[in-house]
């Protein structure tokens, strides 16, 4: 047996052994302003960018508040990744409120973006915790993919603004490095059901938060386009240029994305402990010191 995942083949993880989670409190600095469109002075690129951090504060209190439901019946070093990814999402909501606060400067209406939000995780009132953890799972994976792009492939972000770029890319090296933990709370949380069960709900669950997510990502940075004066077509094609042909991230995505449907998915199947090593910096040139 591979001894990198011995310790886990009780329940299918494939989590390494040694892997843990690294608590970075970084603080950008809140004195710098980006400039309205800070991604290469390109509307849709931010536009897109905005739409996702502006999803992001409401969403990782969401995660947060599903795990703390399972906290009580963790083993020890779960539980003590779990305290470990609470933090970590607890300061990536306080980067991304600053962030989006700064959008707001710029005169974007981005509450009506936090409000879809709010109306998309409403829906989960009174469902099964397994139910909502499991749409934890989906949206984990779909922040994962979107950080392993940024971090393989730099061009995603060439000629953003300096500040604004490694605020995503600190976010992306922690999305990757806990990718895996709800999962690790799913397989322990749902020790009982049979494998049928367990990947049908979460492969359902992965399908249906899919559409949802992004569709409504879409729609937002849409709106952010008409804000800035675009026609609801032209802001639908650039933007659907953007992400499916040049450079195209959700086409390139798309096969990572697929492998939650698969049984035997486990977020750790691709083991991407480099690329946290390879960008795991403090970037001084950003940061305030923590206070």
Do not use: C
Not at 119 to 141: C, Q, S, V, W
Not at 152 to 170: F, S
Not at 262 to 290: E, Q, T
Request: glycine content about 4%.
């Amino acid at each position: 047996m591979d001894k990198l995942h011995s310790s886990h083949a009780n329940h299918g993880s494939a989590t390494p052994d040694e892997h843990e989670l690294i608590v970075r409190d970084v603080r950008f600095d809140r004195n710098h302003r980006s400039p309205r469109w800070w991604h290469s002075n390109d509307p849709v690129a931010t536009a897109w960018y905005n739409s996702v951090s502006a999803s992001l504060p409401r969403g990782e209190a969401f995660f947060i508040d599903t795990l703390r439901n399972f906290r009580d019946d963790l083993p020890p070093k779960l539980a003590r990744e779990v305290k470990a990814f609470t933090t970590q999402e607890i300061n990536h909501t306080r980067e991304h409120v600053a962030f989006n606060r700064l959008v707001s400067a710029h005169g974007y209406n981005v509450e009506s973006i936090e409000q879809g939000i709010q109306a998309m995780l409403d829906l989960t009132e009174g469902r099964p915790k397994e139910f909502n953890l499991a749409i934890t799972i989906a949206l984990e994976h779909f922040a994962a993919m979107i950080s392993r792009q940024l971090l393989v492939d730099p061009r995603y972000l060439d000629g953003a603004d300096k500040v604004a770029a490694d605020v995503w890319r600190w976010h992306a090296t922690e999305e990757i490095e806990h990718k895996g933990l709800v999962y690790d709370v799913w397989l322990h949380a749902t020790r009982d059901w049979s494998g049928w069960k367990r990947y049908k709900t979460r492969a359902l669950v992965a399908a249906l938060i899919t559409r949802k997510y992004f569709g409504n990502r879409i729609r937002d940075a849409i709106g952010l386009l008409e804000q800035d004066g675009f026609s609801r077509r032209k802001a639908k094609w650039k933007l659907y240029a953007f992400l499916w042909w040049k450079p195209g991230m959700m086409r390139r995505m798309f096969l990572e994305w697929a492998a939650i449907l698969m049984p035997g998915f486990h977020p750790w199947n691709r083991d991407d402990r480099a690329l946290i090593s390879k960008f795991d910096s403090p970037y001084s040139d950003a940061v305030m010191p923590a206070e």
